[in-house]
């Protein structure tokens, strides 16, 4: 499920479910055993459970939401999820917060989450791992990941997907390393200043996932660094 959607198109936890059930399907049509790997722990609850209200609340997005003024919240949400902003009462600021903390955790329509989903018998929550290295090793592998992937060319991909429309894409513009390269070529921030951003917030988003895995969805820790990763996966395989 890699390059599903066009960088104009908006993708959302809703789409992302019904392709990864499809393919699931796919994968079982072929007699093959599935494996759904990632990634984003909300998205591993929607696959999992179907989604009901939305994602708890994040107390950082909510603090910055509730000193906003209501016309200023009405305008983003108008903005980025035009379809709530159509049945919400424009001067309830409760709601208007909630919405709007929705959509920036998830990048989907908070409407979105009113869908009644039933679990697939395809996803097998009881056989759940989470891959767990010690934070000094987590955070070193990502300062090497995001060394490694400039090396390779991550700021000359921004420029190419910037002049092919980035910047009207609300969601992908403001993704961890995108943003901060963005700012970057706009002359705000200086290479090692950005490099140190996408580093720092990396390693801020890993941890809140850390805590997510550990108190959203009941699973087995893995200690990456007690074995060679063929072994774990032979042991992964047996069970």
């Not at 016309?71 to 980025?80: H, I, P, V, W």
């Not at 309830?92 to 989450?113: H, M």
């Not at 934070?135 to 990502?142: C, K, P, Q, T, V």
């Amino acid at each position: 499920m890699l390059d599903l959607a066009d960088i104009h198109e908006s993708y959302d936890v809703a789409k992302f479910r019904r392709q990864a059930l499809l393919e699931a399907e796919k994968v079982q049509q072929r007699g093959r055993r599935i494996i759904f790997c990632g990634g984003t722990g909300f998205y591993f609850q929607a696959l999992i459970h179907g989604v009901g209200n939305g994602p708890p609340s994040d107390p950082n997005i909510r603090n910055a939401l509730e000193i906003m003024p209501v016309e200023d919240l009405f305008s983003e949400l108008k903005e980025k999820d035009p379809l709530t902003a159509k049945s919400i009462d424009p001067h309830n600021k409760r709601r208007l917060v909630r919405a709007l903390e929705v959509v920036r955790i998830t990048g989907a329509s908070f409407t979105s989450f009113k869908t009644d989903w039933k679990r697939s018998e395809l996803v097998d929550a009881s056989r759940f791992w989470v891959l767990e290295h010690s934070s000094s090793s987590l955070r070193n592998r990502i300062d090497e990941r995001v060394e490694v992937m400039m090396k390779s060319g991550w700021i000359q991909e921004t420029q190419r997907l910037i002049d092919s429309g980035l910047k009207g894409n609300s969601t992908a513009s403001q993704a961890i390393g995108y943003r901060q390269i963005i700012e970057h070529l706009e002359g705000k921030t200086s290479r090692d200043t950005m490099i140190q951003w996408i580093k720092t917030k990396t390693w801020q988003f890993a941890k809140r996932q850390r805590t997510w895995f550990r108190h959203q969805i009941k699973n087995r820790p893995v200690n990456m660094e007690a074995d060679r990763p063929e072994n774990l996966l032979n042991e992964l395989l047996k069970t």
